[in-house]
């Protein structure tokens, strides 16, 4: 067993899943359900998208995805694999590589040795450690992170197999012999919670904490919401808040880690190159609304289709 003052280091798969389950499945445990499926907060629904160039090229796909290790999620539809087999290269968010692993494992952690209990008041220290200890994890994991890094951990699902949905389309594409891009380092997601000042990161992990009880219900209705493609829906309990967060911190939270990147992903996306056929394939919550990627395709001159 590990003592108080010993190391804990996350495996590869778990790194991989805290930060991309974080970066597109931003979810509250006390968001209400909409009596009816989604259209009304975005005026789309759907996971699988063509995308036609305006000026003629290959058609490309839009995918969106839930990174989440439930089976209903890994399933992957058939229009999807159609999709995918059919695209010259797979375009992810951030490419689960070595390289990347190993920048969110220095990202994530205090600089010069320091030690999360020195920067949270001694009460939130406590319900952190307790908070771990549900999840099975003893006090080393959380000893030398920062308070974003902690309260990433503790608004995802605890990783039971390290098969996630990102990491199954890499992986059938890389057995299919195409290239993978990613349209972020990880640096650059990381660097996005390096923007909040610590009272802030206190302020979210106050409230990823607050969650806890509820979280399995909130991750239900994500998963819900996703598998019936109920893209509005997303968006709705995304956006409803979460425990005792302030609403001014709720909607910077949301402009730094959804919008900001929804416009980079965007100018990403247009820049690739158009000979070329592409499965590109990001969390759900990205595509709808205004700022999303949907309407952000549409307004570039692209012809988007839903296909499933």
Request: proline share 7%; charged share 20%; with cysteine.
């Amino acid at each position: 067993m590990l003592r108080r003052t010993e190391a804990w280091h996350p495996g590869p798969c778990w790194l991989l899943l805290l930060l991309l389950w974080f970066s597109g499945a931003v979810a509250t445990a006390d968001a209400p359900v909409p009596a009816q499926g989604p259209s009304a907060a975005s005026g789309d629904e759907g996971l699988l998208f063509e995308l036609t160039p305006a000026g003629g090229g290959p058609t490309s796909y839009l995918f969106g995805t839930i990174h989440s290790e439930d089976p209903r999620v890994l399933a992957l539809p058939q229009p999807a694999v159609a999709a995918l087999a059919s695209a010259h290269t797979l375009v992810l968010e951030m490419v689960p590589d070595t390289a990347s692993i190993r920048a969110a494992a220095a990202a994530m952690r205090l600089d010069d040795g320091g030690r999360l209990e020195h920067l949270v008041p001694p009460e939130l220290y406590q319900r952190c450690l307790e908070a771990a200890a549900a999840r099975g994890l003893p006090e080393g994991a959380l000893a030398g992170l920062k308070p974003w890094a902690v309260m990433l951990l503790m608004s995802m699902p605890p990783a039971q197999t390290g098969e996630f949905l990102d990491r199954r389309l890499y992986e059938v594409a890389s057995a299919q012999d195409k290239p993978t891009l990613g349209l972020e380092a990880t640096g650059e997601q990381l660097s996005l919670f390096e923007q909040f000042s610590i009272d802030e990161q206190l302020g979210l992990l106050r409230s990823a904490l607050a969650a806890q009880a509820e979280r399995e219900q909130a991750l239900e209705n994500l998963v819900t919401a996703y598998t019936r493609g109920a893209l509005g829906e997303l968006l709705v309990l995304s956006d409803a808040g979460a425990p005792g967060l302030d609403p001014d911190l709720r909607a910077r939270f949301r402009q730094v880690v959804i919008d900001s990147r929804n416009a980079r992903m965007l100018r990403r996306i247009g820049a690739l190159p158009a000979d070329r056929s592409y499965f590109i394939a990001v969390g759900a919550l990205h595509l709808p609304g205004p700022t999303g990627l949907l309407a952000g395709l549409r307004e570039a001159g692209f012809g988007v289709r839903r296909l499933y």
